[in-house]
């Protein structure tokens, strides 16, 4: 029926995170209809609107995971929190 690579393993972590992505994806989209967003410099070397710094935030994260389960055998959920900070970061000084 399919290769080795054929099925997602769905645990409660992987969904809550997809519904999270997906939930910020609505509000940004709402957000930049009510308020179209301008671009700006932050600490990032380019100007950035709201929608780069998600996307930019969004992947930083994600290489943070990354890097804690390739460095550590401690629980994701640290990695989830610091990933989550550094998105925070990303947001609202980027």
Known sequence: MGGAFSWMAWTTEIAIFFIGVVLMLIGM????????????????????????RLFIGLLSAAYVNLAWAGVTDMTQ??????????LLVMMRWG
């Open 29 to 52: 989209t709402i957000w930049q209809i009510r308020s179209p967003s301008i671009e700006r410099k932050g600490f990032l070397p380019i100007p950035t609107t709201r929608g780069d």
């Open 77 to 86: 959920w640290f990695a989830a929190v610091l990933g989550f900070i550094v």
